[in-house]
């Protein structure tokens, strides 16, 4: 097994030549910090809708898309389970139209790979959340509801669990619920195609280029890297998990927490004897959740968001690379499909997640207006990252759309507390939430102690799950 930080889908997207460092300083109408998909889309729909402006994208690594957004699952989702949520926080109309966005956001990826020939994999699928116990049997039913509610009921619907095995047969698998408007990619060959397309639209790209300080200056903003600078009018921080380290609106927001995905050999005989031939991308119904696809060469890639959390914003180190985690990973992918014992698994790799406790993504502008910084996306950012994305070019350009005014901007969320406290409060729910769900799936009644954690979060106003 290939064990690594950057992991299968960076290396099987291949090289490309990188784009210089920031030298000198530089001019532009809209400055992006930050090359994963929240940042490029940024700069993309900034293009798209003023042709003649000038952008300038900085990123930190030696190529655009090799963070988080090029080592994913690659699920690219609306968000129509996290409909009662929305809702809650922000009232049926502002959280319908968010999760229209998101929808949108799924089809124009869609649109885009079509028309400009970038090869990402698109496959339109359905997205299946499944029960493995019977603690979690009905975890979609207020999703549901706010669905039939709202009067959009045929974005999700309920699975029997024969249903269910007739998509993907599994001795884990209960009953579930289906979403059909997503879709899966490969999330590095999305990421280089955006970035490609970047560049051919004369969007300037800095690769290698770390912000060393990024502040609202006079009317506008200012960046500096080791050997250059950038002064802009409006500004943009798409850094995700960094957002943690870094002064700001969130700062105080966001948990950085971890992710691990094992790749296997191709199986097509095995998805062939399973049924799992529609291209589902499915999930399970643990807060730690599992998260698994089949590849465009028969692999399942099978991931899980037990990870550890990580101290302040420092995602290097076990949030990358964890072989604790990984082998947990493994057993329970086996556990899922039987069928698999025997056959190789390939890859390994993982990454920081920016979870926000509401699990939602988040806009936040700085102190001066002139800039904004989101994250939040909390594992689920490939479509709502094109959402943000033309939210973000909006806000800008000065644009007052409807992307401008989608609920997700300078929404409240609850603060963390500060390190250590964070981090000591974090990895103990967290193992709490752990110790609950394996004694759930092995049919076991939880013990009192992890029982009693794992309800914290709600306690103080965060929200773990969908």
Same mark, same amino acid.
């Given at each position: ?62 190529? @655009? ?47 885009? @790979? ?101 502040? /609202? ?7 500096? $890297? ?38 296997? /050999? ?5 998805? /062939?004897?399973?049924?799992? $031939? ?29 990870? #550890? ?34 056959? #190789? ?45 033309? $939210? ?35 990895? $103990? ?38």
């Amino acid at each position: 097994m290939r064990h690594t930080r950057l992991g299968y889908w960076i290396e099987e997207a291949g090289e490309v030549e990188p784009r210089p460092a920031l030298g000198g300083s530089r001019e532009a109408d809209v400055l992006v910090v930050g090359g994963g998909y929240t940042g490029m889309w940024t700069a993309w729909y900034a293009k798209q809708l003023e042709p003649g402006a000038r952008v300038v994208l900085l990123e930190s690594e030696p190529l @655009c898309g090799r963070g988080p957004s090029g080592r994913n699952g690659g699920f690219c989702n609306a968000m129509w389970f996290s409909l009662a949520s929305m809702r809650d926080r922000w009232g049926d109309a502002a959280a319908l139209g968010v999760a229209k966005a998101a929808e949108r956001a799924v089809a124009r990826i869609g649109g885009f @790979c079509e028309e400009h020939a970038v090869d990402a994999w698109f496959r339109p699928a359905a997205y299946v959340q499944v029960s493995i116990a019977p603690a979690h049997d009905g975890a979609w039913e207020r999703a549901l509801r706010a669905c039939r509610e709202l009067e959009v009921s045929e974005m999700l619907r309920p699975l029997s669990e024969a249903e269910v095995q007739e998509r993907c047969q599994s001795p884990a698998f209960r009953g579930g619920a289906v979403s059909p408007t997503s879709a899966t990619v490969q999330p590095a060959r999305l990421a280089l195609g955006l970035r490609a397309r970047l560049l051919a639209a004369g969007v300037e790209v800095f690769e290698s280029s770390p912000v060393r300080s990024f502040r /609202e200056a006079g009317d506008g903003v200012e960046a500096r $890297t080791p050997a250059g600078s950038v002064r802009g009018t409006r500004g943009v921080l798409a850094i995700g998990s960094a957002a943690k380290g870094r002064r700001g609106p969130l700062r105080g927001r966001l948990t950085v927490a971890s992710s691990h995905i094992v790749l296997t /050999e191709p199986v097509p005989d095995v998805l /062939e004897r399973i049924g799992w $031939t529609g291209g589902d991308c499915i999930t399970d119904s643990r807060s730690l959740l599992h998260y698994f696809r089949t590849t465009r060469d028969g692999r399942i890639a099978f991931g899980w968001g037990g990870g #550890r959390i990580a101290y302040g914003a420092r995602a290097r180190g076990r949030a990358e690379v964890d072989p604790d985690v990984v082998a947990a990973a493994a057993r329970h992918l086996r556990d899922y499909f039987p069928a698999l014992h025997g056959r #190789r698994i390939t890859h390994a790799w993982g990454g920081p997640i920016d979870a926000s406790p509401t699990h939602l993504p988040t806009v936040r502008s700085l102190r001066g207006d002139r800039a904004w910084v989101a994250a939040g996306y909390t594992g689920n950012g490939v479509g709502p990252s094109n959402m943000v994305g033309r $939210t973000l070019a909006s806000l800008a350009l000065d644009r007052e759309d409807e992307p401008a005014r989608l609920a997700f901007v300078d929404a409240e969320t609850p603060r963390v507390p500060p390190e250590p406290f964070h981090w000591l409060g974090g990895e $103990t729910i967290r193992l709490g939430i752990l110790r609950k769900e394996e004694a759930e799936m092995a049919g076991r009644q939880p013990d009192l102690a992890s029982t009693a954690i794992a309800k914290v979060p709600e306690l103080i106003g965060f929200h773990i799950g969908r």
